[in-house]
């Protein structure tokens, strides 16, 4: 008997999962306000020099910015340049400034407010000059991420899985309200990097308790559920940001119901696997007798006792190591080969996902209908998806939507810069798939796991996400020597990640969880004679085949 024969006899997929799986990916949705917030908070509106402090003439007057301002190729005037002296001449017709001298922005600058009445470029003029500093403000929250899928990955294999969720909740909603609250820009990045750790305690916490509390037939729903919730988030935004435009408002909107989820997460229980795989046997059994009284198997659950749970699990945690290090993730074969796999898929999914995701504004669209498009069209995708993991598989999932969303990435280069509905339509293809990739091997990488170093691997697994979301605006850089060169990058990458899952990985859909590293190198052999067996009976076959014209000959 396994713990998922315990979890069906207490209820199956009842009430308790339904109840707990709603409460841990309503926080999960709001996640995906914070991760694309920038695209709205950081927003480059219309701008251009503000005239010397010295000269009392207005801004508004299209006379005064005509003679002051130089205007771009494309007549528009320039954001970075101005006149060192009024060019009167320009307001006659035929006239042109060939010559005149220019100089840097010295006094500040004038911002369009008609589309974002503030963002954090018009408040401390991240433009010109300084444009870097809004890439690194983001930049520094993607290392926040990345420290913490190391940190709480790590700490929920030894503190458990609701300690450092619960934990999360609280730090996400008070470093946002702190981002919206002081003045200075370097605040506002310490704050920023403070709630990109929480993303990841967040989100996969949320995930193995969902799995973990979930028996094998539901886990599929439940992962792809985790999906929706995210695209749902990206909808969210899209309509919040709309509404609320000032982008300390925004801030706080996406940031104050985390406080909500913090109130209510103290109920949440912990997971039973991981209270059993640590001693923990009598809190394990007050646990599953909840889940027992909310299924409406109360008789049931007044019955269990430690030894009735032991005889559950014993033939799986008999062999479960008393602590377990990253070096677990690479001692033996199996879960060596799963590892290096992941790394490559994660960092894939990851610098495509956000290659196409962070920057909305350079399709040159509403960057309200970019955000909405973007989530919609991951709704379809999702749907495909789950209908695949159900009735495929896992593998097959992930690696064929990697490959077509490389696929969608590298024809987008052929379609000409004019055409951007085309191109944003196809951006969002790409998009969408990237967006079931990452979902369905979220789920994938909880299956492979076994639950003694499942947060480990996922931690470590996801810190390679991150590492793609920090390389991802460097390969946008190498637009600057081609334009077909980040497309090309995101594109290639991709498909030799899905490659990678076809080759390396086993498929784990309808399988119980493994337990241990040990219980996995067993499923592991047994696979390997398994197949063995089957190309030793192939063999014969032909063989056999081969010899029956000879035969007949003869």
């Not at 954090?120 to 520094?140: F, G, K, N, P």
């Not at 007050?286 to 198997?297: E, P, S, T």
């Not at 559950?312 to 062999?319: D, I, K, M, N, P």
């Not at 024809?411 to 990739?437: D, H």
């Amino acid at each position: 008997m396994a713990f998922t024969d315990l979890l069906d006899a207490l209820g199956g997929v009842g009430r308790f999962q339904l109840v707990y799986t709603a409460l841990l990916l309503l926080p999960c949705g709001l996640l995906a306000c914070h991760n694309f917030l920038q695209n709205f908070t950081a927003a480059i509106p219309h701008h251009h020099c503000q005239h010397p402090a010295n000269h009392t003439a207005t801004n508004d007057s299209g006379a005064w910015l005509r003679a002051t301002v130089p205007l771009d190729q494309h007549g528009v005037p320039e954001p970075c340049q101005r006149f060192t002296e009024p060019q009167w001449a320009l307001l006659s017709p035929n006239t042109s400034a060939q010559g005149a001298a220019t100089e840097p922005c010295k006094d500040g600058w004038v911002y369009d407010r008609s589309v974002f009445p503030s963002t954090i470029v018009m408040e401390w003029d991240l433009v010109c000059e300084a444009r870097t500093l809004r890439d690194l403000a983001q930049s520094i929250y993607m290392a926040g991420v990345l420290l913490g899928a190391a940190v709480f990955g790590s700490l929920a294999d030894r503190l458990g899985r609701r300690a450092p969720l619960v934990w999360s909740y609280l730090q996400l909603a008070v470093s946002g309200a702190a981002t919206a609250y002081f003045n200075s820009f370097s605040a506002y990045c310490v704050f920023r990097f403070l709630m990109g750790m929480t993303f990841s305690g967040i989100i996969l916490n949320s995930l193995s308790l969902v799995v973990e509390w979930m028996p094998t037939q539901g886990r599929t729903v439940a992962g792809i559920l985790l999906g929706y919730s995210f695209t749902m988030g990206q909808l969210v935004l899209a309509g919040i940001a709309y509404l609320i435009r000032p982008w300390r408002w925004l801030q706080l909107a996406v940031s104050a119901p985390f406080l909500i989820f913090f109130l209510y997460s103290w109920w949440l229980p912990e997971s039973a696997r991981w209270l059993l795989l640590h001693g923990k046997s009598q809190q394990a059994v007050q646990n599953l007798r909840l889940v027992a009284m909310m299924n409406g198997r109360k008789e049931e659950g007044d019955r269990l006792t430690m030894e009735v749970v032991r005889s559950y699990v014993q033939s799986e945690f008999s062999s479960v190591r008393s602590s377990s290090s990253i070096l677990d993730l690479f001692r033996s074969p199996a879960i060596r080969k799963v590892t290096c796999c992941l790394m490559l898929v994660w960092f894939s999914t990851s610098v495509a996902y956000y290659g196409l995701a962070m920057d909305l504004q350079k399709f040159g669209l509403s960057i309200y209908l970019v955000q909405a498009l973007f989530g919609i069209i991951d709704i379809p995708a999702m749907l495909v998806a789950t209908t695949t993991m159900i009735y495929v598989g896992r593998r097959a999932t992930v690696a064929s939507f990697l490959i077509l969303a490389g696929l969608m990435v590298i024809a987008n280069m052929f379609v000409p810069e004019n055409l951007q509905v085309l191109r944003t339509a196809q951006a969002a293809l790409g998009k969408g798939c990237l967006a079931s990739s990452f979902i369905c091997v979220y789920l994938f990488t909880g299956e492979l796991y076994p639950t003694e170093i499942r947060q480990m691997g996922m931690g470590f697994a996801s810190v390679h996400a991150r590492l793609g979301g920090l390389a991802a605006p460097l390969v946008t850089t190498l637009g600057e020597l081609s334009p077909i060169l980040p497309s090309l990058g995101f594109g290639t990458i991709s498909v030799l990640a899905g490659l990678a899952v076809f080759c390396f990985l086993t498929e784990t859909r309808n399988l119980p969880l493994v337990e241990t590293i040990a219980a996995m190198e067993r499923r592991v052999k047994e696979d390997l004679s398994k197949k063995d067996m089957r190309e030793k009976s192939e063999e014969i076959s032909l063989q056999q085949l081969g010899a029956s014209p000879l035969k007949e000959t003869i």
